[in-house]
């Protein structure tokens, strides 16, 4: 059973940082592309960032370039989000999602694998 478990989310002020991790079971983790994926409160799925397996290209959304980082340990089955100087407008329920080949899209039809969410709020 492929499971996909978010951690890392809290209360965070404007400027500061956080680090989601996503721990995969169930697939062979290291063949399979992976992305972050979040939504606001009453918006829909926005893709935030993506890493291939085999060769790691990472993807950023234009609104997070600069500021987050994804990587991944294949050695762990975990995929990381650094998020630095976070912004009220990055409030969402972040997701992860597997693609379970190498590929790693912008489509989130492409990923049939995804995770519960951990919540991420930026606040003063």
């Known amino acids: 059973e492929v499971q996909l478990v978010e951690s890392g989310g809290g209360l965070v002020r404007p400027g500061g940082s956080l680090r989601l991790s996503c721990a995969a079971s169930g697939f062979t983790f290291s063949s399979s592309g992976m992305s972050w994926v979040r939504q606001a409160p009453g918006k829909g799925l926005e893709w935030v960032s993506s890493?291939?397996?085999?060769?790691?290209?990472?993807n950023y959304a234009d609104s997070v370039k600069g500021r987050f980082t994804i990587s991944r340990d294949n050695n762990k089955n975990t995929v990381y989000l650094q998020m630095n100087n976070l912004k009220p407008e990055d409030t969402a329920v972040y997701y992860c999602?597997?693609?379970?080949?190498?590929?790693?899209?912008?489509?989130?039809?492409?990923?049939?694998?995804w995770g519960r969410g951990t919540q991420v709020t930026v606040s003063s």
């Open positions: 890493i291939y397996s085999y060769t790691s290209n990472m």
């Open positions: 999602a597997a693609s379970g080949n190498f590929m790693a899209t912008r489509n989130l039809r492409d990923y049939p694998y």
